[in-house]
């Protein structure tokens, strides 16, 4: 069963990799979905979901026993997915704004701030 989900995440992550070289902003968008989604999958895979065994340190030891399921990775994964999330929504807001036609890049650099002299502070005579 992981060798299966392995060479999937390797078809999907070639795929992801062809959308995104595409020089449509919907196929851009999709394929930056599929390579994040496919990189947590991968992520979460390597801490071995196969195992039933729940990651519960027993009262007195110090690490977990072998063939328990790696928590860390489930973190992280977790992580990944708000994070993933974010960046699509931010991609989403400036796709339309591509759509709209008003994304030149004058306009968008309007919205920073305009950077300023720092100011140097006074000399003390002693």
Same mark, same amino acid.
């Given at each position: 069963?992981?060798?299966?989900?392995?060479?999937?995440?390797?078809?999907?992550?070639?795929?992801?990799?062809?959308?995104?070289?595409?020089?449509?902003?919907?196929?851009?968008?999709?394929?930056?979905?599929?390579?994040?989604?496919?990189?947590?999958?991968?992520?979460?895979?390597?801490?071995?979901?196969?195992? =039933?065994? @729940?990651? /519960?340190?027993?009262?007195? !030891?110090?690490?977990?026993?072998?063939?328990?399921?790696? *928590?860390? $990775? #489930?973190?992280?994964?977790?992580?990944?997915?708000?994070?993933?999330?974010?960046?699509?929504?931010?991609?989403?807001? =400036?796709? @339309?704004? /591509?759509?709209?036609?008003? !994304?030149?890049?004058?306009?968008?650099?309007?919205?920073? *701030?305009? $950077? #300023?002299?720092?100011?140097?502070?006074?000399?003390?005579?002693?």
């Amino acid at each position: 069963m992981s060798l299966l989900l392995i060479i999937t995440i390797g078809l999907g992550v070639s795929a992801s990799i062809y959308l995104m070289l595409a020089r449509d902003l919907f196929r851009l968008l999709l394929g930056l979905t599929m390579l994040g989604s496919l990189t947590n999958l991968l992520l979460f895979m390597s801490g071995r979901p196969g195992s =039933l065994l @729940a990651p /519960v340190i027993e009262r007195g !030891a110090e690490a977990l026993p072998a063939g328990f399921t790696n *928590p860390l $990775p #489930q973190a992280l994964t977790l992580t990944a997915i708000v994070i993933g999330f974010a960046l699509l929504a931010f991609a989403l807001v =400036l796709g @339309a704004r /591509v759509a709209q036609g008003n !994304a030149l890049t004058d306009h968008l650099r309007a919205s920073e *701030p305009v $950077p #300023q002299e720092p100011v140097k502070p006074p000399i003390e005579d002693e």
